[in-house]
């Protein structure tokens, strides 16, 4: 069974920063998976932040993120990051790793097969 665990969140001033990490536990080897990073805010809908292929090559960005938040995966450690600088009180919400078994980056929710529990991520004014 593939189990994803997020870490990280926290509660950070504006303009400040944080990273997560999605580490996959037990027998699960994250490289053969497409990883992303999806957020949740109270009363929306889930929704695309960051995306990266199996070997890193490629990554894709939510254009509300793109230029502050940057993805990355350690497939030695089982682990993805993703560093959020600049946070904006807007950047308020769960957030979600996931995994794919398409191989190359993918931004819909539809697309991904294994999900983390969520990490909570909160930036006041």
């Known amino acids: 069974q593939v189990q994803l665990v997020e870490s990280g969140g926290g509660l950070v001033q504006a303009g400040g920063f944080l990273r997560l990490s999605c580490a996959a536990s037990g027998r699960t080897f994250i490289s053969r998976f497409a990883m992303g990073w999806f957020r949740q805010a109270p009363g929306k809908e889930r929704e695309f932040v960051a995306a990266?292929?199996?070997?890193?090559?490629?990554?894709y960005y939510a254009d509300s993120v793109k230029g502050r938040f940057t993805i990355s995966r350690d497939n030695g450690k089982n682990t993805v990051y993703l560093q959020m600088n600049s946070l904006k009180p807007e950047d308020t919400a769960v957030y979600y790793c996931a995994g794919s078994v398409y191989r190359q980056a993918v931004i819909t929710t539809s697309d991904y097969d294994y999900w983390g529990q969520g990490t909570q991520v909160t930036v006041s004014s």
């Open positions: 990266i292929s199996w070997n890193g090559g490629t990554t």
